[in-house]
């Protein structure tokens, strides 16, 4: 997909300094309400994309992995647990969740945060992206596009390349979480992908990491199945200062973080928002 640098979609600017806020961003009074809506990506795509209004200056987006979206019960659950602290969005990526189209493995998705991130940078004093799995590598094409987009990354069991994904079915982590997804409530709410070509053009988080230039955290479970904790090591030697790594001892793969290891989880994660985010801000 080619997307012309000097010809954005109507109503679409590319600058990342002062500009208007894009079109069909939802209207953010009055607080303590969930605001949804659809935004225009560049390439003309419509972007879902919900944000939970609490009156705060700072705003989290939340990036769901492969196969989640907006809706996942866990992902919710997290923007309850930040809402003390900040304003939150989520969007559906494409062919995620109401997106439209096809899934195209972190090719084309940089375009769908882009619109939500500059959404947030019209109207927020910080905002910080916390990605999981491939929205985590989504997160970081993005950041690497338009580095003024976004203070601070958070990175959740990100593959350093999707073509190096574990895929350890025989591990014990497997059935747990194939049991969750498929078969219980909670955990088929929100799901779903369509997914196009895998092999066609796609980002790698490990070549674009060292072009991001906000703080990062990374932060791995060590049981996770799907995505070795090596990934997490490698992009976090290729990522710049200032950056840390957090691994949690028997942790599964990104979102399910906040089923088995909640609590651990939430520690690491408010600590870093409030030392580097919340802190800073103060300054």
Known sequence: MH?????????????????????????????????????TA?????????????GHDRCVVLVHGFYNSK???????????????????????CGHGASQGLFSWTHREWMDLEVVLRAARGRY??????????????????????PKLADALVCVAVPARLGEVDY????????????????TPEGRRGKGVRPGFLWGRRDRAIEKIGEVRVPVLFVHGTDDWVVKPGHSRRLFDAAREPKELKLIQGGPHAEYLLRDCREEFLQVLKSWLERVVLEGLEK
């Not at 560049?42 to 609490?54: R, T």
């Not at 992902?75 to 989520?90: R, Y």
């Not at 350890?168 to 078969?183: A, C, H, I, N, S």
């Open 168 to 183: 350890r079915f025989w591990e014990k982590g497997m059935r747990r979480d194939f049991v969750y997804t498929l078969l």
């Open 42 to 54: 560049l390439d003309g795509h419509p972007v879902p994309a919900e944000f939970h209004v609490h």
């Open 3 to 39: 997307v012309r640098k000097d010809q954005p979609p109507a109503g679409v600017c590319r600058s990342v300094g002062v500009r208007p806020v894009p079109v069909g961003a939802p209207n953010f009074l009055p607080n303590d309400k969930v605001v949804s809506g659809r935004l």
């Open 125 to 146: 004093r910080r905002v910080v992206v916390i990605g999981f799995s491939l929205g985590g590598a989504v997160s970081v094409a993005c950041l690497a596009r338009f």
């Open 71 to 93: 809706s996942a019960p866990l992902l919710q659950g997290l923007a309850g647990e930040l809402a003390s602290s900040f304003d939150v969005a989520l969007l559906d990526l």
